[in-house]
């Protein structure tokens, strides 16, 4: 799946199992339809928002209230350093008790070395997140992250 901006100034892109868009400072990421995250959506994920961050830094919220699984081959790519390129912290945004299972194992395993949370409520994850924007954090905004997810 090739993925455009055809305005330079769009701010969102969507596919039939995600969105991606950027707003008041923060990548966001929706998945949609009880979506099995696997490799190739994945890298469809990250190829988005490399696409509309651009060489910026931002905070990410992942929104995997409609997720269902996250297999292990997209487990292994959203650890390694392309994933994770750009991104100053990441929220996760869960409503269910294998999403829940999943990420907390990630944390807990230390797999992830930007700053990282866990969230059920929206607005507690958005207000996290505030503090890791590049206007609160000093970052410039041409540096480019090498984090590990």
Known sequence: ?????????????????????IENGISHCTYY?????????????????LLLQETIVYPVLIDARQGMY???SAR??????????????????????????????????KI??????IFTEEQAALQWLEGYKESKTGRTGRRVSLLLF
């Open 76 to 109: 292994i790519f959203l650890a390694g350093s392309e994933a994770n390129r750009q991104v100053s912290a990441m929220a996760f945004l869960i409503n269910h008790h294998v999403m829940n299972i999943l990420f907390t194992t990630m944390l807990r395993l």
């Open 112 to 117: 992830c070395k930007t700053p990282a949370k």
């Open 33 to 49: 339809n009880d979506l099995i995250v696997d490799v190739t959506t994945a890298k469809q994920m990250t190829e988005a928002r």
């Open 1 to 21: 799946m090739e993925m455009k901006k055809t305005d330079p100034k769009q701010s969102v892109i969507k596919t039939p199992a995600f969105e991606m868009r």
């Open 70 to 72: 996250i297999t292990n």
